[in-house]
Nanobody, 127 residues
Framework: QVQLVESGGGLVQAGGSLRLSCVAS????????MGWFRQARGREREFVAA????????YHAGSVKGRFTVSRDNAKSTVYLQMNSLDTEDTAVYYC????????????????????WGQGTQVTVSS
């Protein structure tokens, strides 16, 4: 089993920055790809970014590409999402997700790729 705990959310002015952290615990969490999703009020959960198990490959949704950067530090069992140039449309609950031994989907931007989810951290961007 993998347990994920997000932190770092909060209230920030448009144009500002935040860094989210996701601490993973479990026997093999560092063996899995990790992703970030977000869900705005009244909207479906959407893919934000993902990073491969060794941090060598990253993927970012078009809506955040160039502004957000995903990374991981396996020594600390932590995945990060650095968010710059935040916009009000980035307001959402951000969820950390971990892959597992079985995937329901093959693409890292699909929720079915991931087996474990954190409880989320709120990010609010004011205009």
């Amino acid at each position: 089993q993998v347990q994920l705990v997000e932190s770092g959310g909060g209230l920030v002015q448009a144009g500002g920055s935040l860094r989210l952290s996701c601490v993973a615990s479990g026997r093999t969490s560092s063996d899995y790809g990790m992703g970030w999703f977000r869900q705005a009020r009244g909207r479906e959960r959407e893919f934000v970014a993902a990073v491969s198990w060794n941090g060598g490959s990253t993927y970012h949704a078009g809506s955040v590409k160039g502004r957000f950067t995903v990374s991981r530090d396996n020594a600390k069992s932590t995945v990060y999402l650095q968010m710059n140039s935040l916009d009000t449309e980035d307001t959402a609950v951000y969820y950390c997700a971990s892959g597992g031994t079985v995937h329901q989907a093959n693409e890292v931007n699909a929720a079915g790729f991931y087996a474990y989810w954190g409880q989320g951290t709120q990010v609010t961007v004011s205009s």
